[in-house]
């Protein structure tokens, strides 16, 4: 079956992410940091309910929980560009999809233009579903009108490459630009032959 989508994940593919930052400094709030993240992701939780409850655990005040873990995203550059460079190319139909909350997003990134960038997107906490549930993958497939095996899903995290596996996409597990760039080569020529 031939690729006709290429779907990115946000955090630690095309962000590096801040709040990574927040389970390194924290390693004994793993479990609870992990509890809260779920439930913010999954939109039944607020980013200043999330603020709240991560300063109750922690010390820090809701404003420091937001300008240490939230204010501290960058882009990664390299990646939007390659982005924008496969969408230019028309080849393909570009997304994203991520595991945040439409408010963590907007106000995350209110400069990053993904309506340009993805020609549709799935924020997890819209849908109420989170990687690596298999049916947010589904679910992105059937909003490009695309089977799951015309997608490859590039994300961070390999729990969710394996959860787009299970519903038929191929998957990269990203370490860095020049590897992500060389397995979808790989993947094209040996899919698309």
Known sequence: MAIKAIIFDCFGVLVDAGHVLMRRDYPELKT?????????????????????KIAELTGLSPQQVDDRYWGTNKFNQP????????????????????????????????FFDRENLFDSEILSGD????????????????????????????DDVSKNIEGAKQTGMLGIVYVSIGQAKAELNRLLEVTNA
């Open 127 to 154: 849908v109420n579903l989170v990687k690596p549930d298999p049916a947010i993958f589904k679910l992105m497939a059937d909003k490009l009108n695309m089977i799951p095996s015309e997608c490859i899903m590039i």
């Open 32 to 52: 609870e940091i992990d509890d809260l993240q779920l439930k913010s992701d999954s939109g039944k939780m607020s980013r200043q309910q999330f603020n709240e």
């Open 79 to 110: 990646m939007i560009d390659w982005v924008h460079d496969l969408k230019q190319s028309g080849k393909y139909k570009i997304s994203m999809l991520s595991n945040i909350n439409r408010d963590w997003m907007d106000i995350c990134l209110p």
